[in-house]
């Protein structure tokens, strides 16, 4: 099955400045790549996706670039405010409709 | 999403009993999924199902059960075999067709033993 490894489980940034999450993955049959936010408590929200035919997409502050050869893709936040601060969650998943989530990254952001 | 109701929020089990958490969704989704998650883990996947009265195993499926008898309705017994059940319980639906879709997610169940 699918392995979806999640780099780094902490993260602690300034107010500001920007954050990365890595994601490696092993199936090369997945083609769907969504992140999800978690904040204490609370749901798993998307924060945004990406298909195996696109490179990189972004969404005002959030970006997540995919390469496809390499099996990795990346999460990365510009300006991060205080309401950032949550855990993320990355995954993978192709046409069986499932999907592998990574253990997560907790994100600070330091007023 | 307001779409996809857990309930209770809260629940705790006795030892040797069985325990069933509700999960239902008006979103009109044929996919339905099970997770649990640990502290400083991801989600695993208990079950899933992708239509009306089918479901399969997901990766730690032991120790459950579950039932799609309705398109909205994906309710998870937790039962005694399940020696370890404290953790929070998260169903999902998605839209299960075409291309892969995001799955939205309920606000949990928090199972605890007494």
């Known amino acids: 099955g699918e392995n979806v490894e999640q780099h780094p489980s902490t993260l602690s940034v300034q107010e500001g400045d920007s954050a990365v999450i890595k994601c490696t993955y092993s199936?090369?049959?997945?083609?769907?790549f969504p992140w999800y936010k978690q904040e204490l408590g609370k749901r798993p929200q998307l924060i945004i996706d990406?298909?195996?035919?696109?490179g990189e997409k972004k969404d005002q502050r959030i970006a997540v670039t995919l390469n496809k050869t390499a099996k990795h893709f990346s999460l990365h936040i510009t300006e991060t405010q205080p309401e950032d601060s949550a855990v993320y969650f990355c995954?993978?998943?192709?046409?069986?409709?499932?999907?592998?989530f990574g253990a997560g990254t907790t994100v600070t952001v330091r007023a | 999403d307001g779409g996809i109701t857990q309930s209770p929020k809260y629940l705790f089990r006795k030892e040797g009993q069985n325990v069933t958490l509700s999960c239902e969704q008006n979103?009109?989704?044929?996919?339905m999924y099970w997770y649990r998650q640990d502290p400083g883990q991801g989600l695993r996947l208990i079950y899933y199902s992708q239509i009306v009265n089918d479901f399969q195993k997901g990766d730690i499926a032991e120790g459950y059960s579950v039932s799609r008898e309705k398109k909205e309705s994906f309710p998870l017994t937790v039962t005694s075999a399940q020696k370890n059940p404290t953790a929070f319980y998260l169903c999902?639906?998605?839209?299960?067709?075409?291309?892969?879709?995001?799955?939205?997610f309920g606000d949990g169940t928090r199972l605890s033993i007494l």
């Open positions: 199936d090369s049959a997945s083609n769907y």
């Open positions: 999902a639906s998605s839209i299960g067709k075409g291309h892969n879709q995001p799955q939205h």
């Open positions: 990406i298909r195996s035919n696109v």
């Open positions: 979103l009109n989704h044929d996919a």
């Open positions: 995954a993978a998943g192709s046409n069986d409709y499932k999907l592998s």
